[in-house]
């Protein structure tokens, strides 16, 4: 009797370890699939997709634009047409409150928009960017072509290690060709891979008449807008606090590195050329200009008076300070 009740307790034990290591087993698969569920739903709740590292970047496309859709302004009848104190041959006047246009000159008249094309460049890599710390190494493939092409240039050097904030401000300050190839490269992997995403953000911000061939400006008959799509552009930007305090930046300093052990002092284009309260009752807040023979000299810029913000856009200028002293005379004679 003994030698058999030992049997079946033994029997007894070996079974029950036996259902307990199973039970273990579901429970530790289900809470592994528990897991991986909630990482996936977070992951498509979060609306973002990532994809695999560029020069020590995280990126994140998001599915849809973070900022409210922009509608495309109405140009009324009503719309000025701006008249000879204005030199430039092609503008616009948009006031945002209404979303509707001004007055204008063939602001829907395909133009080369120069270095006004760095604010869409600004826009997509602000959206792609996860860490503004993380760095970019200078190469002398980025920058000798730029210097051959007589591009502006922020003043990186080659093999510095410079942080996507400094290659933001450097884009759109002293407008670097080399800042905004840097961001291409480290968002996508190449230029021509980032301006995939600048022309897929151009549609779907609704903008009739832009394309874009490159992230810097340089002429390309290929590349093309008109005053009005470039309002739009800036219009978005607005929307987003780090794309606005660039946009709003007199000096930046860069943070400092082996080879600039002071840092490097940008400048905005703009505001080197401005105060920014000259047209009475109005301040520009911030802006950015462009130039090519082909484009003439450019500024895209945003204003406020009496509390309400307004947007200028001016191409085909004569001279680096036409577009300057036009965006006076459009905000303080245009502006009711």
């Not at 020590?56 to 140009?75: A, F, G, L, Q, S």
């Not at 509707?100 to 869409?120: F, G, H, N, W």
């Amino acid at each position: 009797m003994n030698r058999n009740t030992n049997r079946i307790r033994r029997t007894g034990f070996s079974l029950f370890y036996a259902i307990l290591t199973v039970l273990v087993s579901v429970c530790v698969l289900a809470g592994l699939f528990f897991i991986v569920k909630n990482a996936d739903e977070n992951k498509i709740s979060s609306g973002v997709t990532n994809h695999a590292d560029t020069a020590n970047v995280n990126i994140i496309y998001p599915t849809e634009p973070e900022h409210p859709k922009i509608t495309y302004p109405d140009i009324p009848d009503s719309a000025k047409e701006f008249g000879e104190e204005v030199i430039s041959e092609v503008g616009v006047l948009l006031d945002l409150e209404n979303n509707s246009v001004i007055a204008e000159r063939d602001c829907q008249k395909k133009i080369y928009p120069a270095s006004l094309t760095k604010i869409m460049t600004l826009i997509v890599a602000v959206e792609n960017i996860e860490d503004y710390s993380k760095t970019f190494t200078m190469t002398h493939d980025i920058l000798s072509p730029l210097y051959a092409d007589d591009a502006s240039m922020a003043g990186f050097s080659e093999n510095e290690k410079i942080t996507m904030t400094d290659l933001l401000y450097g884009t759109i300050l002293p407008s670097g060709a080399d800042a905004a190839t840097g961001l291409a490269i480290s968002v996508s992997g190449s230029e021509s891979e980032f301006v995939k995403l600048m022309n897929e953000k151009a549609e779907r911000l609704g903008l009739k008449n832009t394309h874009f061939m490159n992230c810097t400006g340089l002429h390309d008959d290929k590349q093309y807008s008109t005053a009005v799509d470039i309002a739009v552009m800036l219009e978005y930007a607005l929307q987003d606090d780090m794309c606005r305090e660039i946009l709003s930046t007199y000096q930046y300093k860069t943070k400092v590195t082996k080879e600039h052990p002071e840092g490097i002092l940008l400048e905005s284009t703009m505001f080197s050329r401005m105060y920014g309260d000259e047209a009475e009752g109005v301040t520009i807040l911030g802006g950015k200009t462009g130039y090519t023979a082909e484009a003439g000299n450019c500024l895209a810029s945003f204003a406020v008076k009496d509390g309400k913000e307004y947007i200028a856009v001016t191409v085909k200028g004569q001279s680096k300070w036409k577009p300057i002293f036009d965006s006076f005379e459009i905000y303080e004679k245009y502006i009711n």
